[in-house]
């Protein structure tokens, strides 16, 4: 047990994964575990363990944003042992060929700041995906036929973000999506020596302003959440 989670020693397992709202961890661990039992609900943060085709997982939410995606993630890591982490969450486009319902592959992430930022003082770490999940998830999306992106992100701690000449740069760079933990994740993965990846589905364009409709949002994660399975158990 710590601060954050209430789960008892060896109910987290080695393979986690984080979508950030704890209701989508629950849909997500109904929909698609054994057996899922509920090993932790402090501050309302629910994270369920259970098993995927005989293999165990737990699926827990890491709440919105880098500081909070931070303390659930050196949580599992330090006290809970977790070794495979891989971000389940949506995303923004950024670029015209990126479209609602697809899926983004983050390789990198860019960020102006985050939890971990102090710590390199003067120089900007480029946190990274592990490759071989990122090539697993690459190849399963693939074989199940859904349009798929490989390349670098940028993470935000600012939702309504007010800088366009950011969003420009980022845009003429090559940046396929805006999400709000990636950096934070991958960066903690690195520090730990530990396995991460993040499978976004695209729920909004910001340049054409598209969203995906509430009541279709459930189908197309769906397809999100089996490629984050197929990556981790490869």
């Known amino acids: 047990m710590t601060f954050h989670i209430g789960a008892k020693p060896g109910e987290i397992a080695e393979t986690v994964l984080l979508p950030g709202d704890p209701y989508r961890a629950r849909w ?41 995606l931070s303390i659930y ?3 599992l890591i330090r006290d809970y042992g977790a070794q ?12 015209p060929h ?7 592959l983050a390789q990198a992430c860019s960020t ?8 390199f003082r003067e120089m900007s770490f480029a946190p990274v995906a592990d490759y071989r ?27 309504y973000d007010e800088r366009q000449d950011l969003s420009d740069q980022l845009q003429r760079h090559g940046c396929l999506a805006v999400e709000m933990e990636a950096a934070e994740l ?24 598209e969203a995906l ?9 769906g397809a999100m959440v089996e490629i984050a399975f197929a990556a981790a158990f490869a």
């Open 28 to 68: 997500a661990a109904q929909t698609f575990l054994e057996n899922p039992v509920l090993v932790n609900e402090v501050r309302g943060m629910l994270g369920y363990t259970g098993t995927y085709k005989g293999h165990r997982v737990t699926i827990h939410g890491s709440g919105m944003g880098m500081p909070s």
């Open 73 to 75: 993630a050196n949580e």
């Open 84 to 95: 495979t982490l891989i971000r389940i969450g949506s995303a923004g486009a950024l670029q």
């Open 98 to 104: 990126v479209n609602v319902r697809d899926v983004v």
């Open 112 to 119: 102006l700041g985050s939890p971990s930022r102090s710590i």
């Open 133 to 159: 999940l990122l090539s697993a998830a690459h190849k399963a999306a693939v074989e199940k036929g859904i349009p798929t992106h490989v390349g670098g992100i940028y993470s935000s701690d600012t939702f």
């Open 186 to 209: 991958y960066t903690l993965a690195a520090r730990y020596g530990r396995r991460a990846l993040a499978v976004l589905t695209i729920s909004d364009h910001i340049l054409t302003h």
């Open 213 to 221: 409709p509430a009541d279709q949002r459930e189908r197309s994660f």
